[in-house]
């Protein structure tokens, strides 16, 4: 029974749940409970033109550490990544009937964050080594109505950074970075978030590090940094005092951080060094090992980056490996259990998310109301193409190729790792079995 696969009743590499992925710890803890001794104010925000408008000393004091961690000039904090990208997309100025060239391989925030100021999502293709938006790709899609580029630091590897600045410059667009899944992600010599017009990180609890819920974006623009500030909080109520010139885009919601979720962040951060070190650490391992078995390639990291791995991702070519992905994988993650902190699903899975556009939002062009609203703008933007076919690269890939892993996760180590190497050489000696 020692070369059965557990999907025919053999018994599986490992039943040891793997670890969860904690991070809450003693620091925040103590943190916490000395800002709650402290008896100050959970929230340092007031929606008013005073010296609180930009929040509470732990808010500003994360933002500020933030951006010395980043190297940028500034960093707003939000309540959530996707109030960020919201808000980014405010602070460009975006208009109803305006383009935003996007990625369709990410969250779907990232997509519909256009939508939230009546703008109009056009996909562009991804690279097929790195799952990043393809600035070739993208020069294709720009018309004369597009206004920015929205791309993602997808799985954690920095956007081709220098392809689209480049196409920024030449037709005057704004770059909008979505780094949800790359904080501390490396292009050419510096950390995403100092580059892009604006980049937006993440702080849910999925991520490297989190307050449950929260985000920040950085940007090196006083003007971006302002609108940000405003959308933030109430932004309406304090243009008269404020004596903002152009008010356009400055009406504002309530996207404000806590001091609870600052004094957590700042904690969090001082972490983030070693959790990324050890998330490559894993993930390297697992690259070596796994692309030695036939058909299975490894991420393709570009030169001069460091990928920081929210998750892993690889291919499997089916005519090499000598079984289909589906069934190879199936059969991988029943020699393999979840972890400690997950209830539901797997730290395995085919494929990653459904190309944007074939969402329902999409395919029939309705987000506000029933008439269509903003495609209905007018008629070049009812005829934006999202018909299946239109980044075949990225159908292709989630189809056929692409597997993601959630093993290197910390506190997982490289004996972690090796159970791991041992179930998918195990399926691949014995794929025969697999009907």
């Known amino acids: 029974m020692k070369n059965t696969l557990a999907i025919n009743g053999g018994q599986p590499v490992r039943k040891n749940l793997f670890p969860g992925h904690y991070i809450i710890g003693e620091e925040e803890k103590k943190a916490i409970i000395n800002f709650i001794d402290s008896k100050e104010d959970l929230s340092g925000f007031l929606g008013g033109w005073n010296d609180k408008f930009l929040g509470g000393k732990n808010v500003r004091k994360f933002e500020d550490n933030w951006s010395e961690f980043i190297n940028c000039k500034y960093t707003v904090s939000f309540n959530s990544n996707t109030s960020g990208l919201v808000s980014a997309i405010g602070a460009a100025g975006i208009e109803p009937g305006d383009e935003v060239i996007v990625t369709p391989y990410t969250m779907s925030a990232t ?8 703008g109009i999502p056009v996909f562009a293709d991804i690279d097929e080594k790195s799952f990043c938006l393809n600035p070739i790709e993208v020069e294709k899609k720009i018309s004369t109505r597009t206004k920015a580029i929205m791309t993602t630091g997808i799985f954690g590897h920095p956007s081709h950074m220098d392809g689209l600045l480049k196409l920024a410059k030449k037709h005057n667009l704004v770059v909008i970075e ?5 904080p501390g992600a490396i292009y050419k010599n510096s950390k995403i978030g100092s580059k892009a017009d604006m980049t937006v990180f993440s702080l849910n609890v999925h991520k490297h590090i989190h307050t449950g819920e929260g985000g920040m974006v950085t940007t090196n623009n006083d003007d971006f940094a302002n609108r940000l500030r405003l959308i933030r909080n109430h932004g309406e109520a304090v243009l008269e005092s404020k004596q903002q010139a152009d008010i356009s885009n400055c009406f504002g919601f309530n996207l404000r951080l806590t001091e609870i979720q600052a004094v957590m962040a700042i904690e969090q951060l001082k972490k983030l060094p070693q959790l990324l070190k050890d998330r490559i650490e894993n993930a390297n391992f697992l690259s070596e090992k796994l692309s030695q078995i036939p058909g299975i390639e490894k991420a393709n990291v570009q030169k001069d980056c460091q990928h920081v791995y929210y998750v892993q991702p690889f291919k499997i070519k089916s005519e090499d490996l000598g079984i289909g992905r ?19 699903g797997h730290l ?10 074939l969402l329902p939002l999409f395919q029939k062009k309705i987000a506000f109301g029933k008439n269509h609203w903003p495609f209905s703008y007018d008629k070049q933007s009812m005829s934006i193409d999202y018909s299946i076919g239109i980044c075949p690269i990225t159908e ?9 892993n959630d093993f290197i996760r910390p506190p997982a ?9 041992n179930a998918f050489e195990k399926v691949y000696d014995n794929k025969k079995q697999i009907s």
């Open 111 to 118: 997509a519909t964050a256009i939508i939230a100021y009546q």
């Open 326 to 344: 589906d069934k190879f994988i199936e059969a991988v993650s029943k020699e393999l259990p979840t972890a400690e902190d997950r209830k539901h």
């Open 396 to 404: 292709y890939i989630e189809k056929n190729e692409i597997f993601i």
């Open 413 to 421: 180590n490289l004996k972690d790792m090796k159970d791991v190497v």
């Open 348 to 357: 395995i899975s085919i494929g990653f998310c459904t190309p944007l556009y």
């Open 178 to 182: 979505d780094a949800a899944q790359a």
